[in-house]
């Protein structure tokens, strides 16, 4: 044939075939009939080849084997996506995303719109060729022949054995320790000293003698109340020869209204509590909160008064279902009521990052469980599968959060004249209950299964704890399930969280994740023994802290000595009591005491700390989200957009710089200045006088010395500024803020 011929693509989408045909428009019919004939035939065997063995073997296996394995099989060293699909029933049972693989519809089957990077892009590092997603659309439509019929093996998730997963100490119900039958009963004033000793001892270490009385009253005032002690309250507790002189201070301290104030601050951490967003937009002040301090002061006084830890929970979860007609203690529920919140918040996407705060807050902050790294998949570590997320999230997606006025009407008329009214307290409420889809990935896009609202699986059991969330929301069962002592975790989380407070380190070191990437407890025995105890005692904090800080353990010195220091070098046994740093709270409220400038007004709006005429403590500093007070910031306080688990320590040039030269120092240092000055004629009495009110004790011989001569040659008219740089060396002295 003479005619130049063109080239037409016949045959099935599997088999790609090139036929030559003439260019010109005079072919005859016959040929063209032939032509689709041929590729008609050609597409019945294909279909007919990819539903045998030899096709799949052939097309399909080669790929799956050389391309996909390395995420989606056995051997892989993390399965992505829960998807596996080295076995038939484990293709087509896919994973987080649905079926991989339905026989005969294309339109199903997830892997070939991944494929063809549809949906997901899958493989990652290229797209296949597309004769061979061909190959797989031809197969799946032909009914997905799979010769492999081995046992399927499950993803991570169908894999956990709950029996198992359940004897992980975390897991175990907390129960009473029997006593340490090899110590000696006179070395400890209390079971917690037994359980140290017992650790002591099996490493030939024994622990320090008591701290002097001068030492232990300004450490225990500090730790019950965040304030040094008074001079005339050191000489009273040292010249006080009385055996229970020790237990009736501490008796005091809890008494005494400053208590709440100083133990505000440790729950004020874990509730990531602030009054206002990290992105505020002109003068929005929907996302403001400008009476958040109610919550602050509901928090002091609960805490003054020795509310029940497990009722002190319940109430910040659930307060309007629990009593709804006591409109006052709703203020209890900012726990998650001024939690973050964002504009846009009718978009779904929005939504899922407030409901992802919450779960992380209540799950860390309650029962130290990272539950939240469940929101994209199921937990890498701990028995937490990707709907345990979801059954919580949906709680807070069935709960409403907002701002309205405290007065319904905006205002009021009252002597004639147009008075507004005080935008408003925050508000929390049910309200259409909703279960939600599991986000594939965190994908809002992309929704799963419905995933009923519950407790975590692994924290519940037939007897005890409800599996599924009936009424409302679900905040009033998913509190009562918290608030528990059939839950394990509950007391030891608060416990440890005390104990932390007291040594500067918790028994677990990661007060926040008892899951298996958490530090485990040093000493298991005290901190089971201890949390029984709480819950016997009526969950009552006042009885866990006195029982803490009447311990032996409390009391030693923290001189360290150098044999012990080599057996154990980070005190991890506690032969020694730990050398603390000051909060930044505590130190501008120690600075303001020394200078007898310190308002003890409890409750109220908050406060610019750093005004050198505000005299209030600082635990009602405002605390912004937008941006974190200067001083706050400069000495470690925890950034309130999210759950503080502990305060970190940082030493910078910028801390000292502020010590030296911010208004805020230099007015402190003034007062300082004129309390010593008026309190003695002589200098040699006026340091003795600054020393005993800065540190609760006498200057050194040598101390003494130096400011003599510091503060010599300098006449009547200087005297007072010389006397105000000495006073201002004090303040920023190390000793200052350390306790010992």
Not at 63 to 92: N, Y
Not at 412 to 440: S, W, Y
Not at 489 to 495: D, E, G, P, S, Y
Not at 678 to 690: L, M, P
Request: net charge negative.
């Amino acid at each position: 044939m003479n005619s130049r011929y063109d080239s037409v693509i016949l045959g099935t989408s599997s088999h790609l075939q090139r036929q030559c045909v003439p260019a010109t428009n005079m072919m005859r019919p016959s040929t063209i009939s032939i032509a689709i004939c041929f590729s008609l035939t050609q597409l019945t065997l294909a279909s007919a080849h990819a539903d045998d063995k030899d096709f799949f073997e052939k097309k399909i296996r080669p790929v799956l084997v050389e391309r996909c394995f390395k995420c989606h099989s056995e051997r892989a060293e993390s399965v992505k996506g829960g998807l596996l699909l080295d076995s038939r029933e484990a293709s087509r049972r896919g994973g987080d995303s649905g079926a991989a693989v339905v026989p005969g519809d294309i339109q199903a089957s997830l892997l070939l719109s991944a494929l063809r990077y549809e949906s997901f892009e899958m493989p990652p590092d290229g797209q296949l060729p597309d004769s061979v997603i061909a190959d797989f659309e031809t197969w799946i439509k032909a009914g997905a022949h799979d010769p492999r019929d081995a046992p399927t093996s499950e993803t991570a998730r169908a894999k956990i054995d709950w029996d198992e997963a359940r004897r992980f100490w975390a897991f175990q119900p907390p129960t009473l320790q029997p006593l340490p039958n090899d110590v000696a009963v006179d070395s400890f004033h209390s079971p917690i000293d037994a359980f140290v000793a017992a650790r002591l001892q099996a490493a030939t270490l024994a622990p320090n003698p008591e701290a002097s009385r001068r030492v232990l009253l300004r450490r225990v005032t500090f730790d019950l109340i965040g304030l040094p002690p008074t001079p005339e309250e050191v000489d009273s507790f040292v010249n006080d020869e009385a055996p229970d002189a020790y237990e009736r201070l501490v008796d005091r301290l809890l008494a005494s209204p400053q208590y709440g104030e100083r133990w505000s601050r440790m729950w004020l951490d874990v509730a990531r509590f602030a009054e206002d967003q990290a992105h505020i937009v002109g003068n929005d002040s929907s996302l403001c909160y400008p009476n958040a301090y109610l919550y602050r002061d509901w928090v002091i006084k609960a805490i003054n008064e020795d509310l029940p830890y497990d009722q002190f929970v319940r109430r910040q979860l659930a307060a309007d279902l629990i009593d709804p007609d006591d409109k006052a203690s709703h203020v209890a529920l900012g726990f998650i009521g001024l939690g973050p919140k964002y504009y846009r918040r009718s978009d779904l996407e929005v939504m899922a990052e407030e409901w992802e705060d919450r779960v992380d807050t209540v799950a860390r902050g309650l029962l130290g469980l990272t539950i939240a790294c469940a929101r994209c998949h199921d937990h890498k570590y701990d028995p937490i599968p990707t709907e345990d997320y979801y059954s919580l999230a949906g709680v807070f997606a069935s709960t409403e959060m907002f701002n309205r006025p405290l007065d319904d009407k905006r205002e009021r008329e009252k002597d004639g004249q147009t008075k507004k009214a005080e935008d408003a307290v925050h508000i929390v409420r049910d309200t259409n209950p909703q279960d939600l889809n599991v986000f594939i990935r965190g994908d809002v896009k992309k929704k799963g299964e419905v995933v009923r609202r519950r407790f975590p699986q692994i924290l519940c059991s037939a007897e005890s704890l409800s599996l599924a969330f009936e009424n409302g929301s679900g905040r009033l069962e998913l509190a009562d399930s918290i608030a528990t002592r059939d839950n394990p975790l509950t007391a030891r989380v608060i416990v440890n969280r005390v104990w932390g407070q007291f040594f500067g380190k918790p028994l677990v070191g990661t007060p926040s994740n008892f899951g298996s990437l958490g530090e485990r407890p040093t000493h298991p025995e005290l901190l089971d023994d201890l949390a029984v105890r709480f819950m016997d005692s009526g969950w009552s904090l006042k009885w866990l802290q006195r029982k803490i800080v009447l311990s032996a353990t409390y009391r030693q010195s923290s001189d360290i000595d150098a044999a012990k220091q080599a057996i154990d070098p980070a005190n991890t046994l506690l032969w020694r009591m730990h050398r603390r740093r000051l909060s930044v709270e505590a130190w501008r409220d120690s600075l303001l005491s020394a200078g007898d400038q310190l308002a003890l007004q409890v409750g109220g709006p908050s406060i610019d700390p750093q005004d050198p005429d505000e005299r209030r403590r600082t635990a009602y500093s405002r605390i912004s989200r937008l941006e974190l007070h200067a001083m706050l910031a400069l000495f470690d306080f925890p950034d309130p957009n999210v759950h503080s688990p502990k305060r970190n320590e940082t030493t910078t040039p910028l801390q000292k710089l502020f010590v030296l030269n911010s208004p805020f120092m230099v007015r402190q240092a003034e007062s300082f200045a004129r309390r010593v000055t008026e309190a003695a004629t002589e200098d040699s009495g006026r340091i003795g006088c600054a020393y005993q009110i800065a540190f609760g004790r006498d200057p050194s011989s040598d101390e003494l010395a130096i400011g003599l001569t510091f503060l010599d040659g300098c006449d009547e008219a200087e005297e007072q500024a010389r006397w105000t740089q000495y006073a201002q060396i004090i303040m920023a002295s190390n000793e200052m803020l350390m306790v010992d």
